[in-house]
Nanobody, 119 residues
Framework: QVQLVESGGGSVQAGGSLRLSCAAS????????MGWYRQAPGKQRELVAA???????NYVDSVKGRFTISRDNAKNTVYLQMNSLKPEDTAVYYC?????????????WGQGTQVTVSS
């Protein structure tokens, strides 16, 4: 089992920044990929960004150039730096972890952290 604990959400005005953190514990040897999903009210959940333990990262088009995912393997922590935030970024953000990228949505999940961006 892997436990994920997110932190760093909050409220910010458009154009502002937030950094989310997700600390993993437990059977972390089984984890290669960590990522961030988000779900806004009435919308489908989407994968925002994911990162391999080796450092390669993927982003959804809507956040490219604004968000940066990074990972500190020594601390078993993944970060999501969110800059130039827009109201449409408002959502609950969830950290996820899995051995394979294609199984990330079916892997381990955190409890979620709310991000609210006001115009």
């Amino acid at each position: 089992q892997v436990q994920l604990v997110e932190s760093g959400g909050g409220s910010v005005q458009a154009g502002g920044s937030l950094r989310l953190s997700c600390a993993a514990s437990g059977s972390i040897f089984s984890i290669n990929y960590m990522g961030w999903y988000r779900q806004a009210p009435g919308k489908q959940r989407e994968l925002v960004a994911a990162i391999h333990s080796g450092g390669s990262a993927n982003y959804v088009d809507s956040v490219k150039g604004r968000f940066t995912i990074s990972r500190d393997n020594a601390k078993n922590t993944v970060y999501l730096q969110m800059n130039s935030l827009k109201p449409e970024d408002t959502a609950v953000y969830y950290c996820a972890a899995a051995r394979y990228l294609y199984r990330l949505e079916m892997g381990y999940w955190g409890q979620g952290t709310q991000v609210t961006v006001s115009s």
